[in-house]
């Protein structure tokens, strides 16, 4: 009996233990938002910015919407003159540091999208990553903005 006891207790603080090292807990994302699709279009890019507050290192693996199958990381680089895009296979977030994804470059595209996109609304997101589990966040739907260099609207 006594012994059960001890086995009870062990177990109760070792599950704390593990509750607390959780490193998803070390992330945040603020900043999250989707662009609203021109007319004829089924993919848009969103943005955030994901910090790393914990000790590990953390790679974006994967990104999840309900609104999309396909979700890629691009980013944007300038090649001879032309602003191009291209995937990138994972974004590492190192310890104490923020990776921010905005228009020109990392971004990530979301593909083949049914549903329409109205600015205001807000869709549930999921970031993966290697060792410091996934996290889920609310990104916002934004409306397009005007550019006047044409160069925006070659590559999407
Ligand atoms: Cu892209």
Known sequence: ???????????????????????AADLSVTNAYIRTMPPGQTKTAGFFAVTNNGALSCQLTDAKSSLSDRIEFHEHQYMQGMMKMRPVAAVIVPPGETIVFAPGGLHLMLFNIDAALKAGDSTQMQLATDQCGSISFNAEVRGLV??????DEMHH
């Open 1 to 23: 009996m006594k012994n059960l006891l001890i086995f009870v207790v062990l177990f109760a603080v070792q599950s704390v233990t593990l509750a607390a090292a959780d490193p």
């Open 146 to 151: 005007k550019k006047s260099k044409p160069m």
